[in-house]
C-alpha cells in the first residue's frame, strides 16, 4: 500500500473555488465536526495479559465470572450514586428504535439544563467482552474474545466546555468507554465565553460576528489537552476503573474512534448556496473518478492514473436525499468524503476518518520514544490529532479545488470562443480545438481528472490515460512526442501551464474553466440545453 504524505501546502487547492464566490461567503471554518474518542485498557485484550490480571490477585479461572459480576455490580451503584446525588433520572431504553441524543434533549429542554449532568440512559447493546471456553486442542480453558451484549450506561452532559456530550461506559470487563463531543457545540461555548456574537442551528454556524477569531479557536482545539480532560470524565463517570486498573497498574489509552473534519462556507444568501448546490452535486457524482476519490482521501494514485490492481477495496460514490436536501459522498477503505448543504446556507464538506491507516504522521516510533523521527502509519491516538485534523482538511481542500471549475456566471461562448479558433503565434499556426470530436474530447477529460488538481500531470501521466494499450518501445516514443505536441497545443490556448522547474502542467484557472463548460456542453442533451437557454 502507498501512502500520501499530505501537507499543508496542499491546503492552497481550494483558493480559486473560494474567491470565485467572493462576497456571497460571509466566512470560512475549518475544524472537527463529530469527535469518537475511545478509552481501553488495551492490554487486557491480550488474553495472556488477561490470566496475569487473574494471578496477580491470586485468582484462578473459575474465580472470573464472580470477579467480573462484583466489578459489574459496583460499576452499576456508582452510576445509581451519581444520579441520586445530582437528582438526575437514570432511564432504562428497553429498545435502540428510541433516540438516546433526542431523548437527552427533550430532557434537557424539560428541567431547563444548561450546564452539568443532563441525565443517564441504560440499554444492553453488543459488545466485546471475554468468554472463558475449553481450549480445542489441549485440557483446560482459555479467554476468548467475542461480540457479546451487556449493559451499557450513557451518560449525558451539557458540559463547561464542550456543550452537548456524552461518555458511554460498558458495564462489563474488560470497560470500555468512549466519549462522543462535537466540536460546533464546543466553539460556540468558546465563543460564548469570548464575547463573539453567532448563530446557530444544530451543529452549523451559519453565522459569525468574526471568523477569524473562530477559526483561531477551532484550530486550538486540535492542540487540546485530551489526556487530562478524558481522565477527569472518567472519573465522574467511572469511578470503579482506579480498582479495576490496580492489580496490574493499567492505565486507560484514548484514541480516536471516529473523526469528522467539516469545512464549512457560510453564505450570507441561502439563494446563491440554492443556485450553486445542484451543479456542485451533479460535478462531484459525474466527474470524480474512482482515483480522484482516492486521491482526495490521501491514497497514492499510479502514474497511470487507475487504481492500483493490488487494491482489493471498493471506491463508492452515492446520493442520498436527506430531510434537508440531497448529499454526495464518496467512500474508499473506511474513510469517506462528503459534499451536503448544510440548513440551507452552509456548504459542508467533511471528511470523516475511520481507518487512519491510508496516511501518515512525522513521528517517533511507539516504541522508541527517544528515537530518529520519520513518516509512519497514522495512529488512532490522541496524540496523532493534530495530524489527522491537518490531513482531513487537506482532503477537504482537494475536493474543494477539485470542484471549482464549476461555479462561473461567464457565457460558454466568452470561454470557447478562442480555443475553438485556430490562433497564430510569431510564425507558428496553432489549430483549433474541438471538443465534440473523439481526439480532443478525451485529451480536455484526460487533464481535467481531479487527481491532477494538487500536482498537475506529467508527459507519461497524460500519455498512459491516452494511450493505456501497452506498445513497443519504437510506438511509446511516438506516443510520448504526440503527448508533447498536445501539451504544447493546450499551453498556445492557455489552458494549462507549466510549474516552474519541474516537468509538471496543471490547469490555468482558464483551462478549469473552460474545460468544464465544454464537457458539460458536450454531454448535455438537447432537453437540457433548452432549459439552460429558455
Not at 140 to 168: I, N, Q, S, W
Not at 274 to 299: E, N, T
Not at 315 to 320: A, F, N, P, R, Y
Amino acid at each position: 500500500m502507498e501512502f500520501m504524505r499530505t501537507t499543508t501546502s496542499s491546503t492552497n487547492a481550494s483558493a480559486s473555488f473560494l474567491s470565485q464566490l467572493g462576497s456571497k461567503v460571509s466566512g470560512i471554518l475549518h475544524g472537527f465536526d463529530r469527535l469518537r474518542l475511545r478509552g481501553t485498557l488495551r492490554e487486557l485484550y491480550c488474553p495472556t495479559v488477561m490470566e496475569a490480571y487473574l494471578c496477580a490477585q491470586h485468582l484462578r479461572y473459575r474465580d472470573y465470572a464472580g470477579l467480573v459480576e462484583k466489578l459489574t455490580a459496583k460499576v452499576k451503584a456508582s452510576a445509581e450514586a451519581l444520579a441520586a446525588e445530582l437528582a438526575r433520572p437514570l432511564i432504562y431504553l428497553p429498545s435502540s428504535a428510541r433516540s438516546k441524543e433526542q431523548a437527552a434533549r427533550e430532557l434537557a429542554a424539560r428541567d431547563g439544563i444548561q450546564e452539568g449532568l443532563i441525565g443517564i440512559f441504560k440499554a444492553v447493546e453488543p459488545c466485546q467482552a471475554y468468554a472463558l471456553r475449553r481450549q480445542r486442542e489441549a485440557s483446560g480453558f482459555e479467554f476468548r474474545m467475542e461480540v457479546r451484549k451487556c449493559l451499557h450506561f450513557y451518560f449525558y452532559f451539557a458540559h463547561a466546555t464542550f456543550g452537548f456530550m456524552h461518555v458511554r461506559l460498558q458495564s462489563w470487563f474488560p470497560f470500555r468507554v468512549d466519549v462522543c463531543l462535537n466540536g460546533r457545540h464546543w466553539l460556540a461555548r468558546q465563543l460564548e465565553a469570548a464575547g463573539i456574537a453567532y448563530r446557530k442551528r444544530e451543529n452549523a454556524l451559519l453565522w459569525v460576528e468574526d471568523p477569524g477569531a473562530a477559526q483561531r479557536l477551532l484550530d486550538a482545539q486540535v492542540h487540546w489537552d485530551w489526556r487530562r480532560t478524558l481522565e477527569g470524565l472518567l472519573q465522574q463517570t467511572h469511578p470503579q476503573s482506579a480498582l479495576i486498573r490496580r492489580p496490574l497498574h493499567l492505565q486507560y489509552y484514548w484514541s480516536v474512534a471516529e473523526s469528522e473534519f467539516a469545512t464549512d462556507c457560510l453564505f450570507r444568501d441561502p439563494a446563491d448556496l440554492a443556485r450553486l448546490y445542484p451543479s456542485l452535486i451533479h460535478h462531484g457524482l459525474r466527474s470524480f473518478s474512482s482515483p480522484d476519490v482516492m486521491r482526495f482521501l490521501g491514497r497514492k494514485v499510479p502514474t497511470t492514473g487507475r487504481v492500483d490492481p493490488r487494491f482489493a477495496g471498493e471506491v463508492i460514490s452515492d446520493l442520498k436525499q436527506r430531510p434537508e436536501g440531497v448529499r454526495i459522498k464518496h467512500s474508499v477503505g473506511g474513510n469517506s468524503i462528503k459534499l451536503y448543504d448544510k440548513q440551507g446556507s452552509v456548504l459542508r464538506v467533511e471528511t470523516t476518518i475511520n481507518n487512519p491507516l491510508d496516511f501518515r504522521a512525522y513521528r517517533r516510533a511507539e516504541n522508541q520514544p527517544q528515537g530518529e523521527k520519520d513518516w509512519r502509519v497514522l495512529r488512532r491516538s490522541v496524540c496523532d490529532l493534530p495530524r489527522r485534523a491537518e490531513v482531513s482538511r487537506a482532503a477537504n481542500e482537494r475536493y474543494l479545488g477539485a470542484l471549482s471549475a464549476v461555479h462561473s456566471t461567464i457565457p460558454l461562448l466568452t470561454w470557447t470562443k478562442s480555443v475553438c479558433q485556430s490562433h497564430r503565434h510569431g510564425p507558428q499556426r496553432w489549430r483549433a480545438l474541438n471538443p465534440l470530436s473523439p481526439d480532443d474530447a478525451a485529451l480536455l477529460r484526460a487533464v481535467n481528472r481531479g487527481e491532477w488538481a494538487i500536482n498537475g500531470f506529467r508527459n507519461r501521466d497524460l500519455r498512459h490515460r491516452l494511450y493505456p494499450s501497452k506498445t513497443s518501445a519504437q510506438k511509446e516514443k511516438q506516443n510520448a512526442r504526440k503527448t508533447g505536441r498536445r501539451i504544447l497545443l493546450l499551453r498556445q490556448h492557455g489552458l494549462v501551464s507549466k510549474v516552474s522547474r519541474t516537468h509538471r502542467y496543471v490547469l490555468t484557472e482558464k483551462g478549469r474553466q473552460t474545460i468544464t463548460a465544454l464537457l458539460a456542453a458536450a454531454d448535455a442533451n438537447t432537453i437540457e440545453l433548452t432549459k439552460l437557454a429558455a
